[in-house]
C-alpha cells in the first residue's frame, strides 16, 4: 500500500512539472507580432515573395533572397519589443530551395547586440554556421543583452548569386519597461500618406485621400485594425512602430482571403502634408457604413474569457451608442485562432462574446438587445501559420440584427 502512494505521489510530481512546462511555453520575440521592427537591410530579391520581412514573420514557409549577384555581406537591422537577457537563437534553412538552387541557404552568420540604440554600441556576440537545408538553435553567450540585432549573413554554402534565410527566431527575458511612442502622425508609406490618430490605446486612420479608413487600438507599439476603402473593400492589419516613433512596420490581409497580401510599411514624416484627416469615432461609422465592426480594443488574458482593464475604452464607444439607439439589436461574436481543439476554441469563443455582454448589461445596455455567438476559428480574416494573423483572427465582433 505504501509503494501505490510513493507511485500516486510521483505521477501527481510528474504531472504537475508537464503542466507548468507547457504553461511555460517559449515565446518567439522576433517577429511583428511580439513588437519586432526591421529599421532597414541590405537588400532583397526583386520578387515581392522573398522580402527581408519574411525572415521575421513566424512563417518558415515564407522567407528572403539576396538581390541577384550578392549572395555574401547581407545583413538585417531590428529592434526588439524592448531590452532583453538573450538566452538562444534559431536560423532555418529547411525550406530553402536547395533542390534547384544548391549552396543557397544562409552559412556564416555574425550576431551583433546593442543595449544603446541603432546607430551605436553594436558588439559581435557570436558567429555561427547555419545549417544547409535545415533547422539549428543556438545558444547565445550568457549575459547578452540587446534591444537591437544585427544579424549578417556573411555566406552562404556555395550559390554564385543567391542566398535564402526562411526564418530566424529569438529567446530571452524582458528587462525593464518598453517605450510606447503615441502613433499620432503622418506616415510615408508604400500606399502613400497614412495619418494615423491615437486617443488612448484607441486608433483611427485615412488614407488615399480619405477614400480608405482605419480603425483599431494599440497594444504597446503593435497596432491591429480593420481597414476600409472606397465602402466596401475591407480587410484586416497589424503594424509595429519603432520605440523612436519612426518605422513603421506592417502587413494587411484582404477581407476572406487567409494568405498574405502585402506589406505596408512606412516612416513619420513631420513634413509631409496629410492628405485627410482620420475620424475620431471608431464603432459608430462602422456599424452604420457596414452593419458590422470588429472589436480589436477589446482584449483578453491568454486561454482565458477575463475581460482586461484596457478593453473599458472601446466597451463604452458601444455601451453608448446603444444607449442612443434604443431600436438596436446587436450579436456580439467571438472568434479564435487555430491553435487549439475545435471544441476548445468555440467554448472560448463563446465566453469571450458573454463576458463582452455581461460587460453591457452591468453598464446599462438591457440584456434582450444583446445575443452572444462563438465561432471558434471559423471565419478567419488572416493566415493563421504567422503570428501576426493568429492575433488578427482572435477578435470579437459586433453585428447589427436589428
Given at each position: ?323 442612443g439607439e434604443l431600436s438596436l439589436h446587436l450579436r456580439v461574436e467571438g472568434y479564435t485562432d487555430s491553435t487549439n481543439t475545435d471544441a476548445y476554441n468555440l467554448n472560448l469563443s463563446s465566453r469571450r462574446a458573454e463576458a463582452v455582454i455581461q460587460w453591457l448589461t452591468q453598464h446599462g445596455v438591457a440584456t434582450g438587445r444583446l445575443v452572444a455567438k462563438g465561432f471558434g476559428k471559423s471565419s478567419p ?22
Amino acid at each position: 500500500m505504501k509503494n501505490i502512494w510513493v507511485l500516486i505521489g510521483i505521477f501527481c510530481l510528474t504531472l504537475a512539472v508537464t503542466f507548468s512546462a507547457s504553461a511555460q511555453k517559449r515565446i518567439d520575440i522576433l517577429n511583428m507580432s511580439a513588437g519586432t521592427v526591421v529599421l532597414s537591410y541590405s537588400g532583397e530579391y526583386s520578387d515581392s515573395g522573398w522580402t527581408a520581412m519574411n525572415v521575421f514573420d513566424g512563417n518558415p514557409m515564407t522567407g528572403w533572397s539576396s538581390p541577384s549577384g550578392k549572395p555574401n555581406g547581407n545583413y538585417f537591422l531590428v529592434e526588439l519589443p524592448q531590452a532583453y537577457r538573450l538566452s538562444s537563437m534559431v536560423l532555418d534553412n529547411a525550406n530553402a530551395q536547395e533542390s534547384g538552387y544548391p549552396g543557397i541557404s544562409s552559412r556564416s552568420v555574425e550576431v551583433w547586440a546593442s543595449a544603446t540604440g541603432p546607430d551605436s554600441g553594436f558588439r559581435k556576440v557570436a558567429t555561427v554556421q547555419a545549417v544547409k537545408g535545415g533547422r539549428k538553435e543556438f545558444a547565445l553567450p550568457q549575459g547578452t543583452v540587446a534591444q537591437w540585432m544585427k544579424i549578417v549573413v556573411a555566406t552562404n554554402w556555395g550559390h554564385p548569386t543567391y542566398t535564402e534565410l526562411m526564418e530566424a527566431e529569438l529567446f530571452g527575458t524582458p528587462i525593464g519597461s518598453p517605450a510606447h511612442p503615441s502613433l499620432t502622425g503622418v506616415y510615408r508609406t508604400n500606399y502613400g500618406p497614412l495619418s494615423l490618430l491615437q486617443q488612448g490605446n484607441l486608433v483611427t486612420g485615412c488614407y488615399q485621400q480619405g477614400t480608405g479608413i482605419v480603425s483599431g487600438a494599440a497594444n504597446g507599439r503593435v497596432l491591429n485594425f480593420e481597414w476600409r476603402q472606397s465602402g466596401n473593400h475591407t480587410g484586416t492589419a497589424m503594424m509595429v512602430l519603432d520605440s523612436r516613433g519612426k518605422v513603421l512596420n506592417g502587413v494587411w490581409y484582404n477581407a476572406g482571403q487567409t494568405a498574405i497580401a502585402g506589406e505596408w510599411v512606412g516612416t513619420r514624416d513631420p513634413n509631409l502634408q496629410a492628405s485627410c484627416t482620420p475620424p475620431s469615432a471608431t464603432v459608430n461609422s462602422e456599424i452604420k457604413q457596414s452593419g458590422r465592426a470588429i472589436l480589436y480594443g477589446v482584449h483578453f488574458n491568454s486561454d482565458s474569457s477575463k475581460l482586461l482593464p484596457d478593453s473599458d475604452a472601446t466597451l463604452q464607444q458601444i455601451a453608448a451608442l446603444m444607449k442612443g439607439e434604443l431600436s438596436l439589436h446587436l450579436r456580439v461574436e467571438g472568434y479564435t485562432d487555430s491553435t487549439n481543439t475545435d471544441a476548445y476554441n468555440l467554448n472560448l469563443s463563446s465566453r469571450r462574446a458573454e463576458a463582452v455582454i455581461q460587460w453591457l448589461t452591468q453598464h446599462g445596455v438591457a440584456t434582450g438587445r444583446l445575443v452572444a455567438k462563438g465561432f471558434g476559428k471559423s471565419s478567419p480574416v488572416a493566415d493563421n501559420n504567422t503570428p501576426q494573423g493568429r492575433a488578427l483572427n482572435r477578435r470579437v465582433e459586433i453585428v447589427v440584427i436589428k
